[in-house]
Every structure is written in C-alpha cells, then in structure tokens.
C-alpha cells in the first residue's frame, strides 16, 4: 500500500519543485475552463460548470413527487417557488434541472448579499461613464469648432444594463429560468421590495422615462445580463411570460407574510443514500459513487446530528479517489466538518 504522503504537491520541505504540473483534472465543479480544449468556445455547460452543477448533474436530477407538485404548482401559477433546505440539498439544481427539461435556455443567477438591493436585479446606469463620454465629446467638439454631435438623449442606452431579474422580465414567449440564491444572506428590505415587482412582472428605468419623448419611436437599446442588446419601449420593462422564479434559502431567517403569500413554498428535506449516490455519481462519474457507499453512509450517521453540506461529501470523495487511496477515512473526516457549532 502506497504511503499517504504520496500523494502530497506541497511538502513543507522548503525545497523548490514544479511538480504542481502533476496535479490530476480539477473536480468538476472547479474546472473553469467547462472540460473545453483551449480556445474552444465558452456555453452554458462551462457556466454551469462554475455553479458546481454540470449538465449531467441538471440532466440526472431526479425530484419526488412533492418536489414535482410544487414546481408544476409554481409554473401554472405563475408564481414565484421558494426552495428551503440545509446547505447542498439541491436547491439551486432544481432551477437548472427545470431550465434543462423545458428548454428554457441559461438560467439567470442572481446571488444575494447583504449589501444586495432591488436596483441590483433590475438594472445598473453608469451615470459616471456617460458624463466623461459626454464631456470628451463636448471638448473634441469644441477644438474642432464644430457642434457637440447628435442628441445625446439617444445613447443613454448605451449606458444601461439589466441585470438578472431585469433581463427575466423581458417580453418573451417563453418564460426565462431566475435563481435568486441565498436570499435569506439579503437586507432585511430586501423581500419586501421584491413584492411589487414579482406581483406585477415590470418595472420602469426612470433614466429611460424622463427622456423617452426624444427618442425615436420612444425606444432605447440596452444591454441585457447575457450582453445582448434588447429594445425598451416607452421606459419600461413588461414581461409577457412570467419567468420560473426560484428563490433558494437556507433557512437563516423568517420572510414577510406578503412575500410568503406570493410564493409556493417547498421544503427539501434531507437526501437519503440514493439521492446522494445519484449525486456522486452525477459529478465524479458511476464508479466513484459505486465505492464510496461505505462513505456516504457515514455521511449520513452524521448528518442526523450535524449540520453538513453535500459539496463536502463530493470533496471528500474526489480527493481520497483521485489523490489519496490511502488514509482515506482520516482525510474524510478533516474535510467533512459539521457547519454549526455542537451542543
């Protein structure tokens, strides 16, 4: 049997090597080149990819039937699905999985932080770019001695860009995926300023508003969160296919009444043994998931008192398999640490 330093990069000798080139494939999940050769073209797989959810994982998700209730209630509703669960229950895999199926294109991510506001989702204005613009083409006029150019009401577009939940609301025939995720990370206002725009399906771009008499048709080109240019008419953003909303929470915190009203609410409960053996195998391929049932099985003893995260099951398991074959159940367990604080 090999010795567990074997597998070691980094051995703390202080001797210089470049043995980092023997490092194996990257996981999956932290493969940013999406399993692309060089200078082929970035997609939606490799995007996914960086979520920590590749295509296959989307393709072999497999809900039960509360979980398909709740979404097919969601979609006939039209009505936003919030998704609570511990951390790596597959909250934000069922957006993608739902985005696969019906051929609904990139779903839309929009991360939540504390400092995340409404005005985030919707669009950003680069008021600053816009001014330098205009002045550089007022002194370039000037020096020229000529006039400052076309009306400048025309370009404001150029300096606008919606972001995810702003390009979800576009008109379309067919709805657009939107995960916003973590949304329990948010300010407390956060929820209560979702309320309008989730119950109407539009919001308006002021900036657009005040000028829209002095542009051609009342229209303006913007760019949209994929950076395609898209045409706002009138100032305003109206859908006309109410987007597949999935809002994801870890259960850090209570919501409002009128947010939870306005929602379907599904609870993911704990993955058993073939949920997360359909999950390892998804990631890290069938034998992977074959071998490693000894580990998801203690994987699970734990988590019936222990707060844990699947993506450390998927950690522990790539890394005792790709790199250390020996002092396997060691390495796990430094790698599997619960997440709360214990009792």
Same mark, same amino acid.
């Given at each position: 049997?090999?010795?567990?330093?074997?597998?070691?990069?980094?051995?703390?000798?202080?001797?210089?090597?470049?043995?980092?080139?023997?490092?194996?494939?990257?996981?999956?999940?932290? /493969?940013?080149?999406?399993?692309?050769? /060089?200078?082929?073209?970035?997609?939606?797989?490799?995007?996914?990819?960086?979520?920590?959810?590749?295509?296959?994982?989307?393709?072999? =998700?497999?809900?039960?039937?509360?979980?398909?209730?709740?979404?097919?209630?969601?979609?006939? $509703?039209?009505?936003?699905?919030?998704?609570?669960?511990?951390?790596?229950?597959?909250?934000?895999?069922?957006?993608?999985?739902?985005?696969?199926?019906?051929?609904?294109?990139?779903?839309?991510?929009?991360?939540?932080?504390?400092?995340?506001?409404?005005?985030?989702?919707?669009? =950003?204005?680069?008021?600053?770019?816009?001014?330098?613009?205009?002045?550089?083409?007022?002194?370039?006029?000037?020096?020229?001695?000529?006039?400052?150019?076309?009306?400048?009401?025309?370009?404001?577009?150029?300096?606008?860009?919606?972001?995810?939940?702003?390009?979800?609301?576009?008109?379309?025939?067919?709805?657009?995926?939107?995960?916003? @995720?973590?949304?329990?990370?948010?300010?407390?206002?956060?929820?209560?300023?979702?309320?309008?725009?989730?119950?109407?399906?539009?919001?308006?771009?002021?900036?657009?508003?005040?000028?829209?008499?002095?542009?051609? /048709?009342?229209?303006?080109?913007?760019? @949209?969160? @994929?950076?395609?240019?898209?045409?706002?008419?009138?100032?305003?953003?109206?859908?006309?296919?109410?987007?597949?909303?999935?809002?994801? #929470?870890?259960?850090?915190?209570?919501?409002?009444?009128?947010?939870?009203?306005?929602?379907? =609410?599904?609870?993911?409960?704990?993955?058993? =043994?073939?949920?997360?053996?359909?999950?390892?195998?998804?990631?890290?391929?069938?034998?992977?998931?074959?071998? #490693?049932? /000894?580990?998801?099985?203690?994987?699970?003893?734990?988590?019936?008192?222990?707060?844990?995260?699947? @993506?450390?099951? $998927?950690?522990?398991?790539?890394?005792?398999?790709?790199?250390?074959?020996?002092?396997?159940?060691?390495?796990?367990?430094?790698?599997?640490?619960?997440?709360?604080?214990?009792?």
């Amino acid at each position: 049997m090999s010795e567990p330093s074997e597998w070691l990069i980094y051995r703390g000798v202080g001797e210089p090597h470049d043995e980092v080139a023997q490092l194996p494939p990257p996981p999956p999940w932290r /493969d940013f080149t999406g399993g692309r050769a /060089d200078g082929e073209a970035d997609g939606t797989e490799s995007a996914d990819r960086r979520l920590g959810i590749p295509g296959r994982v989307a393709e072999e =998700h497999r809900p039960g039937a509360e979980e398909l209730e709740m979404i097919n209630a969601a979609l006939y $509703l039209r009505r936003p699905l919030l998704v609570t669960g511990d951390p790596g229950a597959g909250k934000s895999t069922l957006a993608h999985s739902v985005a696969r199926e019906l051929e609904l294109g990139k779903v839309l991510r929009w991360p939540v932080v504390s400092r995340t506001t409404l005005l985030d989702g919707l669009y =950003h204005y680069d008021a600053i770019a816009r001014l330098q613009d205009v002045q550089i083409a007022s002194h370039a006029a000037a020096a020229a001695g000529g006039a400052a150019g076309a009306d400048a009401a025309q370009s404001v577009g150029s300096y606008i860009r919606l972001g995810p939940l702003g390009t979800a609301l576009l008109p379309s025939d067919r709805p657009r995926v939107l995960l916003i @995720d973590e949304l329990d990370k948010s300010d407390i206002d956060l929820p209560n300023d979702l309320l309008n725009v989730l119950e109407e399906g539009e919001f308006a771009i002021p900036e657009l508003e005040r000028i829209v008499d002095r542009l051609p /048709d009342g229209e303006a080109d913007v760019l @949209d969160h @994929d950076g395609n240019k898209v045409r706002i008419k009138g100032g305003r953003v109206q859908c006309r296919s109410f987007p597949f909303v999935v809002l994801t #929470s870890n259960g850090e915190r209570d919501f409002p009444a009128p947010l939870m009203r306005r929602c379907i =609410h599904l609870e993911l409960g704990r993955p058993d =043994h073939k949920r997360l053996a359909s999950f390892v195998k998804a990631h890290l391929g069938e034998e992977a998931a074959r071998s #490693s049932d /000894d580990l998801i099985a203690h994987f699970l003893e734990r988590s019936r008192t222990e707060l844990l995260a699947t @993506d450390q099951l $998927l950690n522990a398991i790539y890394l005792t398999h790709a790199a250390s074959p020996a002092g396997r159940d060691r390495l796990a367990d430094l790698l599997i640490q619960r997440l709360d604080r214990p009792r």
